[in-house]
């Protein structure tokens, strides 16, 4: 009779055992999962994603306590995008973050169930990805830069460092999905300087030495970067052959200047990706993104690599320091 008592007792212990792990799991799936889709390099966008994770704190969501996230990086190879995509759908996430133009074109064709917020420097209503800017209407919004509007700021202002110049260059992806409207854009500003343009193309990290390599014997005196991931992932790369090249550079985003460039001019990145982190929060509370308006970063920054240009042998003019919201010495 005692051995059968015990026996009970084990099973019932077995059993206990055995309905752990399932509570386990159970509370592991209660938990929300993001996908968080880019790219890059999970180094080369370490400031992006940790503006990311303050904008979701903001909401009260902190990886590991009450939300997970599952990262995809491309590694610079945009062509995986689409494939990094599906495996998030598949998982099946929440909410998918699209952390660049390329990944919310790939995120926005991989589901039309669930949410995706984007950071983009292209027109999400040109590209698709939201019938406007004030309703969405669909299951996309985000953040969006339209950095193609200030690539003729950008061409003016490397004009007043190198004047005399009058051939120039300006470095375009094909394959990122805005690449046409960012080409014609910089041909217009530089007819309207009557300046010399070249458009040369990269399609990946391999290209940048033949870039440059080309753009000295077109004589280039200066050289624009137009918005694009493989871009600021290879931003290190870039500023180092400028340097070498002695060709004065500007770029969108301010790791450029700070990684070696000589300036750049364009929105807050880091701003950017917090309002990213509090959508996507606002998204798990319930929130529906065809109602959350497109946000349009509105704040610009001018940062010169003082530095830099003294080692190009560029008198930075003093009231482009004056306007300047940050000088790197």
């Known amino acids: 009779m005692a051995s059968h008592i015990e026996r009970r007792k084990f099973l ?43 904008g979701l704190s903001k909401e009260g969501f902190v990886e590991g306590r009450n939300v997970a996230i599952e990262y995809r990086w491309a590694e610079n190879q945009i062509d995986r995008l689409p494939a990094l995509a599906a495996e998030l759908v598949r998982r099946p996430v929440a909410v998918i973050v699209a952390a660049g133009t390329s990944p919310a074109v790939a995120a926005k064709a991989s589901t039309t169930t669930i949410p995706v917020v984007f950071s983009t420097a292209a027109d999400p209503v040109a590209l698709g990805l939201v019938a406007s800017l004030n309703r969405p209407g669909g299951n996309v919004t985000g953040v969006t830069n339209l950095g193609v509007e200030l690539l003729q700021k950008q061409l003016e202002m490397l004009h007043q460092f190198v004047p005399t110049a009058t051939t120039v260059a300006g470095l375009v992806n094909p394959t990122f999905p805005g690449s046409e409207t960012q080409s014609r854009e910089l041909e217009a500003a530089a007819r309207k300087l009557g300046l010399q343009l070249h458009l040369l193309h990269a399609h990946a990290v391999r290209d940048f030495d033949m870039v440059f390599e080309t753009m000295v014997r077109l004589q280039a005196a200066a050289l624009v970067i137009c918005p694009d991931a493989l871009f600021a992932g290879g931003r290190d790369q870039i500023a ?64 010169i690599n003082l530095k830099t240009a003294k080692r190009l042998g560029l008198d930075v003019p003093l009231f482009l320091q004056e306007r300047a919201d940050e000088v790197i010495e």
């Open 12 to 54: 019932a212990t077995l059993g206990g055992a055995a309905a752990w792990p399932l509570a386990v799991r159970a509370a592991q799936r209660a938990m929300p999962v993001i996908g968080f889709l880019n790219g890059q390099t999970s180094s080369g966008y370490a400031p992006m994603a940790a503006a990311f994770h303050q």
């Open 240 to 303: 180092m052959l400028a340097l070498r090249h002695a060709i004065p550079t500007a770029y969108h985003f301010r790791e450029f200047a700070a990684a070696g460039g000589l300036m750049s001019y364009g929105p807050s990145a880091t701003a950017g990706y917090r309002q990213v982190g509090i959508y996507a929060g606002r998204i798990l509370k319930g929130e529906q993104p065809a109602v959350l308006p497109v946000m349009r970063s509105t704040k610009l920054e001018l940062v």
